[in-house]
């Protein structure tokens, strides 16, 4: 079926470094892609989505562009903090199981030290 | 607006032992869902509901059972509990977006982190 694929955490920067955290999907077709985070304690909650090939979703300086030739929609920020710490779940809608579901990574720990 | 609650926060339980963990959603979603997340593994789909009345299988449903008999409502229960089970439980409700070509955008509970002894 179909999948998403997160690289593998913890991700441990220091404050106002560089971010990528990568993810590629095996969906056929276009689907829907989507970042959620996960503050500590708390229920995931949507950072940001993209709904085609080339659209690049934005949120909280956070930035992820649909790459339809690489199946990718990495995770980007230009400055972390610390209160960026959190996990990560890259997700895509299940196809063909008429479940209305998301299909999640295994997620990844983001670290930020001051 | 409240969103997406869920009690209880913390169980332990004992195996064998069944409890009810609760969810309620104030935004009139029409779906409603619940994963459960283990280190690893992301999050793994239980059981979900397109409405009031009708529920289904999501990948992992054994040893869990859940009904609708409200738009609100989507409770999920343990009958049996054992130790595979520990882990943290997220209800997630969803209304229809229609532009994202039938996909939805997910809003989450803050988690029921349940122990089976």
């Known amino acids: 079926g179909d999948s998403v694929t997160q690289m593998e955490g913890p991700v441990t920067l220091s404050e106002e470094a560089f971010l990528t955290i990568n993810c590629t999907y095996t969906?056929?077709?276009?689907?829907?892609l989507f970042w959620y985070v996960q503050y500590p304690g708390e229920g995931l909650q949507l950072l940001l989505k993209?709904?085609?090939?080339?659209d690049k979703g934005s949120n909280k300086g956070f930035e992820a562009t649909y790459r339809k030739e690489t199946t990718s929609f990495h995770l980007e920020k230009g400055s972390v903090q610390v209160s960026d710490s959190a996990v990560y779940f890259c997700?895509?809608?299940?196809?063909?199981?008429?479940?209305?579901?998301?299909?999640f990574g295994s997620g990844t720990r983001l670290q930020v030290q001051p | 607006n409240a969103g997406v609650t869920q009690t209880p926060k913390f169980q332990v339980l004992k195996t064998g032992q069944s409890m009810t963990l609760q969810c309620a959603q104030d935004?009139?979603?029409?779906?409603m869902s619940w994963y459960r997340q283990d280190p690893g593994m992301g999050l793994r789909l239980i059981h979900y509901?397109?409405?009031?009345?009708?529920?289904d299988q999501g990948e992992v449903p054994n040893g869990y059972n859940v009904s609708r008999s409200t738009t609100e409502d989507f409770p999920l229960r343990l009958l049996s509990a054992a130790p595979s089970q520990t882990s943290v439980y997220f209800c997630?409700?969803?209304?229809?977006?229609?532009?994202?070509?039938?996909?939805?955008?997910?809003?989450f509970g803050a988690g029921s982190r349940l122990t089976v002894l």
């Open positions: 997700a895509q809608p299940e196809k063909d199981t008429g479940r209305r579901a998301l299909t």
């Open positions: 509901s397109v409405g009031a009345g009708i529920t």
């Open positions: 997630a409700s969803s209304h229809r977006d229609i532009s994202n070509k039938g996909a939805n955008v997910l809003t």
């Open positions: 935004m009139n979603h029409e779906y």
């Open positions: 993209a709904t085609k090939a080339d």
């Open positions: 969906a056929t077709g276009y689907p829907s």
